[in-house]
């Protein structure tokens, strides 16, 4: 079993930043994709961003050039660095990392996190 745990949200004012940290722990043999997810109350889930293991990653069109997605793999964790944020962007977190064992790949998601913007 893999467990996620996020950190990071919290309450910022327009403009502000905040940075978002997930550390995998459990039965890890590799991990293939980190990702950050976000979802809205009446929303959809949405991809925020992701990295691959060989450090390509993407964005949506609404965060590019305001988030960075980062992973450490020594540490098994993923960072969401969060810029210019934006009222839209309040939202609750969530990071999925999917784990590649032989014969086997599984996606497992966290728990979430609170970010809340303030105009």
């Known amino acids: 079993q893999v467990r996620l745990v996020e950190s990071g949200g919290g309450l910022v004012l327009a403009g502000g930043s905040l940075r978002l940290s997930c550390v995998a722990s459990g039965n890890i043999f590799i991990i293939k994709d980190m990702e950050w997810y976000r979802q809205a109350p009446g929303e959809q889930r949405e991809l925020v961003a992701g990295?691959?293991?060989?450090?390509?990653?993407n964005y949506a069109n609404s965060v590019k050039g305001r988030f960075t997605i980062s992973g450490d793999n020594a540490k098994n964790t993923v960072y969401l660095q969060m810029n210019s944020l934006k009222p839209e962007d309040t939202a609750g977190y969530y990071c999925?990392?999917?784990?590649?064992?032989?014969?086997?790949?599984?996606?497992?998601w966290g728990q979430g996190t609170q970010v809340t913007v303030s105009s």
């Open positions: 999925a990392v999917t784990v590649l064992r032989p014969g086997t790949t599984r996606t497992y």
């Open positions: 990295v691959t293991s060989d450090g390509s990653t």
